[in-house]
RNA sequence: GGCGGUGUAGCUCAGUCGGUUAGAGCGGCGGCUUCAUAAGCCGUAGGUCGGUGGUUCAAGUCCACUCACCGCUACCA
């Protein structure tokens, strides 16, 4: 059943460049797209960057230039990035684009006038070092943590968008709809959150007088005002498909999916249900939300300067190796740790030793004892029945797994079948078979067998490894398999056409030795 | 303080409605094998399922208490 899908990445703030996390967020999105495309599913893939606000006004200060030069620096640095990687992305939004200005000052005007939009002035503790009200946490006894001077107090009058009006509509819609905010864990601290902001009045300000910041998106009802965070910034998810009515709109917004990182749980899953409900419409299929990246058992910082530059990796390892990396170990809700030690182990257990010494194997057989051709299969016995169910258990828990926003488990499912082939070879020995004229038959079923499911697996690996998935089936004669495949269909046993050529070619993933392994190879080496 | 999460073999994690001898992968160890990227396959390692006390014919799996770590309560994926 095929139909729309649209899938949303946060959009990345511009006071810095990419690292393993924003590429962890747009690395899943992007295989659970082409997943999806590969289902057959009309799909949009929105990422983009968030340009306005208070940060970008410092960072800018500090670089000695304006907000909009360094917010297109940022914004340029992340979407090349996203393109050096190979990010199939339908857009790249920026909030600064004409098309989001409208729309966002659309909503706002639109919000304002059924009343849910109120002005009202309030009184906090300013410093003027900060340019900001602070908070208790801002402060050390009562003084400015950053500026160490006594904050004065001062009062400001600023919008705000009522919100808690929704909060009992959200708390039964998520109760109905208990996958809406996925894994469950964040689910419940959402519902907490409800109880909590109920008790701070459920009021989202929504602002900032110009005088103090006027590096946003004008209110179109108060022109002394700019509009502040998120009324900006959630409402890309609906420019990005042409809100309100583009001619697609409403088919990718009834099948919208968010991804996000835990740290905007809230704004996902507080705000944006309200505000989505404020202009009357649905929220989105599922907020999906991941857990963070350490790094060597740190947390990712500035200074400590381990933030990952997947551009580097991508020179070390490959860049799909550490994109199998990221979406293999992470079990998705939870933080996880990047260590290149891990990395490679990763590296060389499944993909060298397993994916790639299995396609080596096989290639190098068809080659050696079939004339390089896809042979015709013989009986079909039961070695070969557990085979073809492995790839049907595997084509059927991706499936599953991918849907659930469980890309590592997807990929056991692959590696399931990829070591049940490996077992398959072990029994039926090819290599021994091909001695033994009588036994023809059944080598010409072995290695039908093993590219039958290499076919398999390259199709189901074809949203994790794009590149190295297209390789397999070039190397199996079918390079143009991608183009028109459609899952599951395509994937189901029987699908290679006997006398396909095949070619062995390198080392996919070639096996990364570590510096303890060459040395103990040098001094076996020596003697 | 409140709320929530996590704690299962050396490491990373599975364990659905409570039920036969608690699982997987990786690593380690032993063996087989040579088609393959010194890859693969087979076997194995015996973990008080954080602790205590309960409920039950039966608990990793439910309840209470408790310890450790973490998160949220604060606009950085």
Redesign the pocket.
Known sequence: MSGYFYLT??I??V??EA????T??TVLCDTIVRYRRLCGDTCFFLTGS?EH???VLEVARRRGESPAQTAEYFSNSFLRVWEEIGISHDRFIRTTDADHKQVVQQILQRVYDEGEIRFKEYEGLYCVGCE?FL?D?DMLDGLCRDHERAPEPRTEANYFFDMGAHFSWLRDYIEQNPDFIRPE?YK??VL??LD?ETG?GGELCISRPKSRLDWGIELPFDTDYVC??WFDALINYLTGIGYPDGPHFQDYWSNCEH?????????HGVFWPTMLRAIGLEPPRHVSV?G??NVDDR???KSLGNMIDPLIMREKYGFEAFRYFLLR?M?FG????FSED?LV?RI???????????????L??TG?FAGGLVPEPGAIEIPEREVIDAAATAVAEVDLRMRGMRPQRAL?SI?ALV?AT??Y???R????AAKDPELADTVSTTLHTCCESLRIVALLLAAFLPVAAAEILDRLGLGDALETAVLPASAEWGGIPVGSPTRKGK?????IETAG?EDA?SK??AD
């Open positions: 990445t946060p990345y703030y006071n810095a690292h393993i996390g924003h962890y967020t968030d606000g208070e940060k900001r908070t946490r864990r419940n601290e907490a959150m909590e701070l502040y965070v991804v996000v990182g835990k740290d905007i749980l809230k704004p991941h963070y990246w947390k990712v910082s170990d079990v939870q933080d996880s740790n891990a182990r060389n257990a499944d993909l060298a030793n397993n994916i790639g010494n299995l396609v080596s194997r096989t190098n057989m050696r056991e590696l070591d490996n077992r070879l072990e029994l020995e090819p290599w021994k080392p996919l993933f070639p096996r392994a190879e076996d080496g």
